[in-house]
Nanobody
């Protein structure tokens, strides 16, 4: 069974840092792109960051310079280092995988990030 599990969320003050972890299991994920998304209350889910097949990461404009996406060599763990957090970063953060030519899938259950001002 393919499973993605997020962890590392929490309640922090503005300016603090958190590191989220997404652990994938059930099959090899080295060939997948791995991404982070978030959904704030009353808003649609939005893209945050992704580690692409090329080995490079891409980011939403709102988090560039503050968030860093990385993955381990085995490809089954993906991290999202979040620095200088802002109240507008408050959301449930999800990870997902993407096989080449397919859409994002295997969504995790999410981890809550709350940033107080």
């Amino acid at each position: 069974q393919v499973t993605l599990t997020e962890s590392g969320g929490g309640l922090v003050q503005a300016g603090a840092s958190l590191r989220l972890l997404c652990t994938a299991s059930g099959r090899p994920f080295r060939s997948d792109a791995m991404g982070w998304f978030r959904q704030a209350p009353g808003k649609e889910r939005e893209f945050v960051a992704a580690f692409r097949w090329s080995g490079s990461a891409e980011y939403a404009d709102s988090v560039k310079g503050r968030f860093t996406c990385s993955r381990d060599k085995a490809g089954n763990r993906v991290y999202l280092q979040m620095n200088n957090l802002k109240p507008e970063d408050t959301a449930v953060y999800y990870c997902a995988s993407q096989m080449r030519g397919s859409s994002w899938s295997n969504w995790g259950q999410g981890t809550q990030v709350t940033v107080s001002s």
